[in-house]
């Protein structure tokens, strides 16, 4: 059963993949509240953490949150790949804490999701390498048995999205994966500008190509 789902789960991932190659990923985006994006994530992924040993936390916002613009089915894609990477990676008796406040500094105008686990944690040297394609980090390599498509897509959309990914770690203190989304500019269906320069795609995209033969060859071979 396990197996039928990892294989489920690469099928949509394959599809999402080829959706944003050939430029056909739609976004369907209105103005959203944070605290229920993190809600609807945690619902449809409790029962496995609870299987698992480990409990998930919503922890409290330190003030009301201004809403996002964004799109809340890949919004909630999101969130779930990250939180799924998290429990994967979280021994039983630990915690997932997921939260969201107000970007800061250079992610003014934005609100920032975060997704912190108590497992091993992530060595500084993979920091960025989690969300490329296929890759993980040694720790993460022995603990997961997934595609490593679920964090490229998460950032290809977060991205697309116009919003920022990123993870902070200290090994053996855990892992917290963060990205941010757009507010909703003030008096219109639109998002803030937050973010001056724009992430090139491109080379991510070319590098999920180059890389997803040989992923598709360890499932389908």
């Known amino acids: 059963a396990r197996n039928a789902e990892r294989l489920g789960t690469l099928i949509d991932d394959i599809m999402d993949f080829e959706k944003l190659r050939a430029g056909r990923m739609e976004f369907t985006c209105e103005a959203l509240g944070a605290e229920e994006l993190l809600d609807e994530a945690a619902a449809s992924l409790n029962s496995w953490a609870v299987a698992k040993g480990v409990r998930i936390m919503k922890a409290a916002s330190e ?11 890949r919004v909630v894609q999101v969130l779930t790949n990250l ?4 429990i994967k990676f979280t021994p039983a008796g630990g915690r997932i804490e997921l939260s969201a ?49 679920g964090l490229t897509l998460a950032r290809s959309m977060v991205t697309l999205l116009g919003g920022r990914i990123w993870a902070e770690s200290w090994p053996g203190l855990g892992a917290t994966l963060c990205f941010t989304l757009p507010l909703v500019a003030r008096g219109a269906d639109r998002p803030v500008e937050a973010y001056t320069k724009p992430v090139e795609l491109t080379g991510l995209l070319v590098n999920l190509t180059k890389r997803l033969n040989s992923v598709i060859a360890v499932f389908f071979g």
């Open 63 to 73: 003030q009301a949150l201004p809403r996002v613009w964004a799109d809340r089915r």
């Open 83 to 86: 939180l799924s990477n998290a």
């Open 101 to 149: 406040r107000r970007g800061r500094h250079q992610h003014a105008g934005t609100v920032q999701f975060r997704v912190k686990d108590t497992g091993p944690g992530i060595p500084a040297k993979d920091l960025d390498r989690v969300f490329r394609c296929f890759e993980q980090s040694a720790l993460g390599a022995k603990a997961s048995q997934g595609s490593g498509l």
